[in-house]
């Protein structure tokens, strides 16, 4: 029978992508991560991993082995959620992931709910930009993850990963109090504040703007979408803001750009059942609930 910590250590490298990567999340050595992949080669008797210049993929057999794992893996975790749920009371260690905007809007109300209701649950909370949640997620670094959806855009299924709608959250035109508020269309001109390159923010940020007729001169870039509203209410940029963030923005004029985006909060399949991982999710759609 294969080595299961074996196979785990293939599967975090198909999801970290580097043996570095690998040991810095596990606190191993690059070269006891390379032993431990050689002895399981010899336990398959086919190669798992290639090289490719300095680096190392995995070959189709380390595919189908790491396909196997994720559903072993599954079937642990339905397995410790049944055991937690045997228990009369509701406790265990829960580690959420969130993106700055719901993480400031969301995060501490849900930690309130939770320590009312359930106070022998221990909570953990990591900010990721928004493109980094679901990875983490699937590496099994957090329980529950925030992420967001843009219009025209939506986020691929993924295999043994659950989503739920948490709210919409209307995307707004910012501009400096003293210039008014301001169509999109008559921003042509105007210096902008958006996330860096890549971002679903950034591609629906631009794709906004083109469908007004113009290319937007983005002159700042941040994945801090506080200080956009802070170079706004200085008069220095114009940026789209999200609804949820709106408070921050005061010294802004707010005018709707027409779209909205979707918070979603996702989970690994079989932990749902745990009672620690129900308890703050409802914690999360509660707050959820309040901010829409």
Not at 177 to 200: F, I
Not at 245 to 263: K, N, Y
Request: glycine share 6%; with cysteine.
């Amino acid at each position: 029978m294969y080595d299961l910590h074996r196979l785990r250590l293939l599967r975090e490298l198909k999801h970290r992508g580097t043996l570095a990567a690998v040991g810095e999340a596990l606190g191993y050595s690059t070269s006891a991560i390379s032993h431990q992949l050689a002895i399981l080669e010899r336990e398959v008797g086919v190669p798992v991993l290639e090289p490719v210049g300095r680096r190392v993929r995995l070959t189709d057999a380390a595919e189908l082995l790491v396909a196997h794992t994720e559903r072993v893996l599954l079937e642990l975790e339905h397995a410790e959620a049944a055991i937690a749920a045997s228990r009369t009371d509701v406790s265990g260690h829960v580690r959420i992931a969130a993106f700055q905007s719901a993480a400031h809007s969301l995060i501490p109300a849900a930690l309130d709910r939770l320590a009312a209701e359930h106070p022998n649950v221990e909570v953990s909370f990591l900010h990721v930009h928004a493109e980094h949640g679901l990875p983490a997620l699937l590496a099994r670094d957090v329980d529950l993850v925030l992420y967001e959806q843009y219009p025209g855009a939506p986020v691929a299924p993924i295999t043994n990963i659950r989503t739920e709608h948490l709210l919409d959250d209307a995307m707004l035109v910012a501009t400096p109090r003293a210039n008014g508020a301001t169509a999109l269309a008559e921003l042509a001109d105007a210096r902008w504040a958006m996330e860096p390159p890549g971002t679903r923010s950034r591609e629906w940020a631009v794709a906004a703007c083109r469908a007004a007729g113009f290319e937007p001169n983005v002159a700042f870039e941040s994945t801090d979408v506080l200080l956009h509203a802070r170079l706004v209410a200085h008069g220095r940029a114009v940026a789209f803001l999200p609804a949820i963030v709106s408070a921050e923005a005061s010294a802004c004029a707010l005018e709707p750009s027409g779209s909205a985006r979707t918070i979603r909060l996702a989970l690994r399949r079989g932990s749902e059942a745990a009672p620690s991982i129900a308890a703050a999710r409802s914690a999360l759609r509660a707050s959820g609930g309040e901010v829409a």
